[in-house]
């Protein structure tokens, strides 16, 4: 190791040191006045991107429920943009939890509890955690160029059942796939996990609002899908080459898993240079995910509960008529016009909105035209001058 | 929140809203109501295009 003294003009001195490398190596030193900026030095990151690609992988939005029992489909069930593909692997609960790995400054994570075991694992049979990315929003992969980037996913997991576990990068556009294995070393522990994946110079991403990348986290898979070898390179997708050596997740009503903390980042890194999760505030976070799910009820109260919080309240017009229309403009524009759900206080059923007067139910109807605002009517008369139509609304555009 | 899906949609029917359609009415098995927008890049209707490619599945008009 070589080093160069500078003594400075009254006292003391600085020391630049050249770091064991081999090779000729070249730093320059950009042409300007000020002073480097030598604290917090392992904290700079030249991110690509302004924000985490990811959003909500600290699990703290769930606008639609922070609990869900019963769930043996596919769909985002809980936690903002966090879906699952799941078929004939077991029954599940999703719950947005407060256990976290200590001192990484998460305050929530993605718990799936499994309910009903599947012991005897199907053919056909998946279940995979994924998050679906917008096809315009990862341009900056400059995937299927010369110029393709590396892409590193990182996640905190805790499960019940240790072994193999299979991580995927899916290009939804092109049908190709990556996977990689990880383990999970210790049952009912948090770990963090690094994974790196090599860059594709096949197969562009649409620059458009559909869905077109994913990052799937398998939990289980039957041999339709690990009959094969597992494909560890970017290829067109090969169904039994995509989950082989994955564990049965559902393999008893013991059985957890947790996540949080999950990141993408631009580029190759391990365990040691990942940069640090992107911590943003919950309003912020909030706001981007209203980009594919909005409602008229209180954060923290699941959608279709019955409560009056947040109804909308219009009246009739005209003795005898009983015709009430009405118009909404979402606070966030939607990724695509999207599908609605009329809610009433009542609970439970949907497609109606209740009479002020009598507590009645009323049907409706609503339609989205544009990704900004959206119509409601009420379809059968009800009422006269004055009387009330109330109702709530989910809408939702999802990947 | 359930995915839409072919295979829980029970019924789909044209919505008439401001002299138009471009709204479906579907109702899945365990009658929930949705309010589908005609548009491409929404995933309920991809699913409702699936629907209806298969034998039988029609979409009713408006009442």
């Known amino acids: ?399 | 929140m359930k995915q839409l899906t072919k295979e829980i949609i029970s019924t789909v029917k044209k919505v008439i809203l401001a002299g138009e359609v471009n709204t479906y009415k579907v109702v899945d098995n365990d009658n929930d109501v949705y309010f589908v927008p005609i548009a491409t890049d929404n995933t309920d209707y991809q699913a409702v295009q699936e629907w209806e490619a298969i034998d039988g599945n029609n979409i009713a008009d408006a009442d």
């Open chain 1, 1 to 399: 190791m070589s080093s160069i003294k500078l003594k400075g003009s009254s006292s003391g001195d600085v020391t630049i040191t050249v770091p064991a490398a081999a090779g000729t190596n070249t730093v320059t030193i950009p042409a300007a006045t000020g002073n480097l900026p030598l604290s917090n030095l392992d904290h700079v990151t030249n991110r690509p991107n302004a924000k985490p690609l990811v959003l909500n992988g600290n699990m703290a939005v769930a606008q639609r429920s922070t609990s869900t029992t019963g769930i043996t489909g596919g769909g985002h069930h809980t936690i903002d943009r966090m879906k699952v593909d799941l078929s004939d692997g077991g029954t599940w609960t999703q719950t947005q939890d407060a256990d976290v790995p200590t001192g990484q400054g998460f305050a929530n994570s993605w718990k799936l509890d499994c309910t009903t075991a599947d012991t005897s694992v199907a053919a056909g049979t998946f279940h995979v955690a994924r998050y679906l990315f917008e096809g315009q929003d990862l341009q900056l992969l400059k995937k299927g160029t010369s110029s393709a980037e590396k892409v590193t996913v990182s996640f905190w997991i805790k499960a019940t059942v240790t072994g193999t576990y299979i991580a995927e990068l899916y290009d939804v556009d092109n049908d190709r796939q990556i996977s990689q294995a990880y383990t999970v070393s210790s049952a009912n522990t948090w770990e963090k996990k690094v994974l790196s994946f090599v860059a594709d110079t096949t197969g562009a991403l649409g620059d458009d609002n559909g869905s077109s990348f994913s990052i799937n986290l398998w939990l289980s898979a039957g041999s339709n899908f690990t009959s094969g070898t597992l494909n560890t390179t970017w290829a067109g997708q090969n169904l039994v080459n995509r989950v082989v050596g994955q564990v049965n997740s559902a393999s008893s009503t013991d059985n957890n898993v947790y996540f949080t903390g999950l990141q993408m980042e631009v580029g190759e890194y391990d365990a040691t240079t990942i940069p640090p999760f992107q911590h943003e505030s919950y309003g912020d976070n909030l706001q981007r995910c209203k980009r594919y799910c909005q409602s008229t009820f209180s954060q923290g109260t699941a959608i279709g509960a019955a409560t009056a919080a947040g109804i909308i309240i219009t009246c009739a017009a005209g003795t005898g008529i009983g015709r009430v229309a009405t118009g909404h403009q979402f606070p966030v524009s939607f990724r695509a016009v999207p599908t609605i759900v009329i809610h009433n206080q009542t609970g439970g059923t949907t497609g109606s909105g209740r009479n002020g007067d009598t507590g009645g139910l009323i049907t409706m109807s609503a339609g989205a035209a544009s990704t900004d605002a959206a119509h409601f009517e009420n379809s059968e008369n009800f009422g006269n001058d004055g009387a009330q139509l109330q109702f709530q609304f989910s809408a939702t555009s999802e990947l």
